[in-house]
């Protein structure tokens, strides 16, 4: 109940009945699970081990989507608990590119299934632990036979804590926040291709994301082409219009967030900039109003720089999403985009082959 009491006491009764009716779209606890604690990580003495001296000359460009202008490499990949369930098994991973800031991977590949696509949830702020530890969540986003990858975001949960000062949080860093995020996925993709012995298919790419997690997916969608669909749900953005409006504020401690220079620093990571220029080949932005988060008109601008060929998706409240979106039929799109794609690169048979021209005389 951490994250619902946190919406209750810090970001408002509005958001609070949102974030309620979201929840139990996305994140139901199994009876089985305990929702207190984060599945197995590696051993402490293993963690211990992660040096920062390793970290002397980083540097990390928050003004830039791609990697080439930060420092960011994988210093070390400790695999911790791989569990095996009916239809799935899962495995956890912490990964460190950057100084005091492990990130806990949970992979969750399906049984019987020769190499899966791949599905990257990215939630965004504030952050429920819940679902990383709730066996019917993973099944759903494995079922029909993709590959599910998912990590806490930046600034937010296990990610938030010394020696980072208390009186910054998600939103006072939120250009770091987004561009971490960014980066994260990136990297993580450069991770997972290094593994050989998983036999995913990371030709086939996607992304579930809501929230900012939606944000940094479009962000790194715009640099990275291995992404080739992203199913977003009420995506952060147009920051002139977001950070003056939004409920968040209110009730987070940022008195930086409205000044020009906040404005300024977060420019380069408006996805309004970025969502005209995706070649990303299958993109869904759904949304629905007064959702605590994002304000309408800066809703409204998002759907006006949306590409076309986009499957844009308006509801007029979070009652009427909820309909289209439980019993897991939420993560369908995203994975049928990829079994699409890859049926419609499938080689065809003789039956399916246009019959042959006939050779000249």
């Known amino acids: 109940m951490v994250m619902l009491e946190f919406v209750r006491n810090y970001v408002g009764p509005r958001f609070f009945i949102g974030s309620v009716l979201l929840l139990s779209i996305f994140a139901a606890v199994s009876p089985a699970q305990n929702p207190s604690q984060l599945p197995s990580a590696p051993s402490a003495a293993a963690i211990a081990g992660f040096a920062e001296k390793d970290f002397v000359d980083f540097h990390e460009d928050w003004t830039s989507i791609k990697l080439d202008s930060s420092t960011l490499q994988l210093k070390e990949a400790l695999v911790g608990d791989h569990l095996t369930f009916s239809s799935f098994t899962r495995e956890s991973i912490r990964l460190k590119w950057r100084p005091s800031d492990p990130i806990d991977l949970y992979l969750a590949i399906p049984k019987d299934v020769e190499k899966p696509p791949l599905v990257i949830y990215l939630y965004g702020f504030p952050t429920d632990l819940r679902r990383y530890n709730d066996e019917g969540w993973y099944s759903r986003i494995t079922s029909g036979g993709v590959a599910a990858a998912a990590f806490v975001p930046p600034l937010a949960g296990p990610r938030l804590h010394a020696p980072r000062p208390m009186n910054q949080n998600y939103l006072s860093q939120l250009p770091e926040s987004i561009a971490s995020l960014t980066h994260d996925i990136q990297m993580l993709i450069n991770y997972l291709s290094s593994r050989k012995d998983l036999n995913l298919d990371l030709n086939h790419i996607g992304i579930f994301a809501t929230g900012s997690g939606a944000t940094a997916a479009i962000l790194a969608a715009a640099t990275d082409t291995r992404i080739i669909a992203i199913d977003l749900l009420n995506p952060w953005g147009d920051w002139p219009d977001w950070m003056p409006k939004s409920e968040l504020l209110g009730f987070v401690d940022c ?29 869904r932005i759904r949304h629905f109003p007064n959702n605590g988060q994002t304000p309408n008109m800066a809703q409204d601008k998002i759907e006006s720089v949306t590409p076309k060929s986009a499957d844009l998706v308006k509801f007029d409240s979070i009652v009427e999403f909820n309909r289209s979106a439980s019993g897991g039929r939420t993560f369908d799109w995203v994975k049928g985009a990829l079994k699409f794609e890859i049926e419609a690169q499938a080689p065809k048979s003789a039956a399916q082959k246009p019959p042959a021209k006939d050779s000249p005389h």
């Not at 967030?257 to 408006?270: G, I, T, V, Y």
């Open 255 to 283: 008195n930086m967030c409205n000044k020009p220079e906040s404005l300024e620093s977060l420019a380069p990571l408006d996805p309004v900039k970025w969502l005209p220029t995706l070649k990303t080949p299958y993109v």
